[in-house]
């Protein structure tokens, strides 16, 4: 593959009205596997979905969506010397409405990421009477994926599908040790997957820029990775192409050039590449937030208008008033059949208030979010917990079988990589790992405690479980700490016995005084 067909990639695409019960006539871009019956929609690029992570980068803040309003005055034309000439003349003016931006999608985007990644990734043998060997290699691995930060990467790689997309998690060695690294929009990676007939990941690109102080664009880099070797190839771009850049360009090559070609060392590629075809985490919600944002706009414009009293003065007679700082009246002077009063103001806050409680609550339902409510007691048992955050339970358990796939590809590279550097790859490569997401849920961590004990104690929970369960009073190893601690006290026991009956046979005594 050349370098302009390594750099295509499928859109992401909303569905549009377009075409509904027309038996799908309509124009626009047809959505993946819908040739036969298609669905059309509206392309967004993540540069979209970065605008709406941002409160800045929001369409109320746009002018064409949100536009300001246009005034058109009446004044006096005067001559020269200031003389008002009793002609009359218009001109336009802006006026400017008031925007406000809400932070929603950071705020869906942060507890969808809490549940999902809140627990540790969950490890376990598939095995039914794993030997102590392999309960050791278990206990090394685990200690591994926490040495190396794979939970950071997890939850990195989480972080960019839920805002960009997607993302891809590449492990390389360095030096002898194992390194990775998430790839990601946010970063400024644009990501270029490409799959074989089977549907496995057999190649993909990230394109990325470097800059010079003024933003401008200095090289264009692209670094590509197969299931034998990773590719870096470079361009010059704007003012800093060559004669020969543009030449080559102008005979229909793209101007790319390896500049570095060595074999990562893995058996595979290397790459775990996760993409989410709804796009970020609040798109269900974003025609809510958008609708949000204007009818709140929409109300601080009503407000600014009418929100004041408004003085209304009657007659002919009415001196000069005297106004305080902020321009409030303070003395007004009337004459016999003046009157001054105020305009009642318009009552619309109730309505604008409806609606702006419906647009919150929409927002956050159609994401799976919860706010919590205020609590009027104190701790609540985990079966309450769980009702009360249910939705984002849910949705985190859905996640965690869509990212299913990913971990195992994250997994697989970690136990190679990190085999390599322990030197022991095969004996990590050929054991039956199994590894899981957890979704995380507010808990009473007493209560699960107590639980556990209970299970103990009626012998239908064992302690190498509970103790596996308990993971917030426990560290990976805690199972073998607890088998030491015990073989430990056996010793201490049986050496006690032994010097006791030593001392017993040197008295002559059978241990209770009688000789």
């Not at 850049?245 to 229909?252: N, R």
């Not at 927002?363 to 799976?368: A, L, N, V």
Request: hydrophobic share 35%; glycine share 8%.
């Amino acid at each position: 593959m050349d370098t302009r067909q390594i750099k295509t990639k499928r859109p992401w695409v909303r569905v549009k009205p377009d075409g509904y019960m027309k038996n799908g006539t309509a124009s626009g871009m047809a959505l993946p596997n819908t040739a036969n019956d298609p669905v059309f929609g509206k392309i967004v690029t993540q540069s979209d979905f970065l605008m709406e992570l941002q409160p800045s980068g929001h369409a109320i803040n746009s002018d064409e969506y949100y536009p300001d309003i246009l005034k058109e005055e009446i004044y006096s034309i005067t001559d020269e010397d200031g003389n008002d000439t009793g002609r009359k003349g218009t001109r336009i003016y802006k006026e400017f409405v008031p925007r406000y931006a809400f932070a929603f999608q950071q705020i869906i985007l942060i507890k969808q990421l809490v549940h999902l990644c809140g627990n540790d990734i969950q490890f376990e043998l598939n095995e039914e009477n794993p030997t102590s060997e392999q309960n050791s290699l278990l206990s090394n691995i685990r200690k591994g994926w926490l040495k190396k930060d794979m939970e950071i990467a997890f939850y990195e790689s989480a972080k960019s599908v839920k805002s960009t997309g997607d993302t891809a998690f590449v492990g390389f060695m360095k030096n002898g040790k194992f390194r990775w690294k998430v790839l990601s929009f946010l970063n400024g990676d644009t990501l270029y997957p490409h799959y074989d007939e089977a549907g496995e990941l057999k190649l993909l690109a990230r394109a990325y820029n470097s800059y010079d102080e003024s933003g401008n664009t200095v090289t264009e880099w692209m670094e590509v990775w197969d299931d034998k070797f990773m590719y870096k190839l470079k361009r010059n771009a704007g003012n800093h192409k060559s004669i020969i850049d543009k030449f080559i360009q102008k005979l229909g090559y793209d101007g790319y050039s390896i500049v570095q070609k060595h074999p990562h060392g893995f058996k595979s590629i290397p790459v775990a590449y996760k993409r989410d075809e709804n796009g970020p985490c609040w798109s269900d919600s974003q025609n809510s937030i958008d609708g949000y944002e204007l009818s709140f706009s929409q109300m601080a414009q009503n407000n600014e208008a009418f929100g004041f009293p408004i003085m209304y003065l009657q007659g002919e007679n009415i001196l000069p008033s005297q106004h305080d700082l902020d321009g409030s009246i303070k003395v007004l002077t009337l004459g016999v059949d003046d009157k001054a009063g105020f305009l009642e103001q318009p009552s619309g806050s109730e309505s604008y208030q409806r609606q702006l409680e419906f647009f919150y609550k929409m927002i956050y339902e159609q994401s799976f979010t919860v706010i919590p409510p205020e609590l009027k007691s104190g701790d609540l048992p985990a079966a309450a917990l769980k009702i009360l955050y249910s939705p984002a339970y849910e949705k985190a358990m859905t996640d965690a079988q869509e990212y299913q796939k990913f971990l195992n590809d994250m997994v697989e590279i970690f136990l190679y990589g990190y085999g390599m550097e322990m030197e022991n790859s095969i004996n990590f490569m050929s054991l039956p790992v199994k590894a899981w997401i957890e979704p995380y849920v507010h808990v009473n961590n007493s209560s699960v405690m107590s639980d556990l004990a209970i299970g103990i104690q009626n012998g239908f929970v064992s302690k190498e479980t509970a103790s596996k369960k308990a993971s917030f009073y426990t560290d990976t190893g805690e199972w073998d700490k607890i088998l030491k601690e015990e073989k430990r006290q056996q010793e201490a026991d049986l050496l006690y016995q032994m010097e006791n009956n030593s001392r017993n046979a040197d008295t002559g005594s059978n241990g209770s005084g009688e000789k």
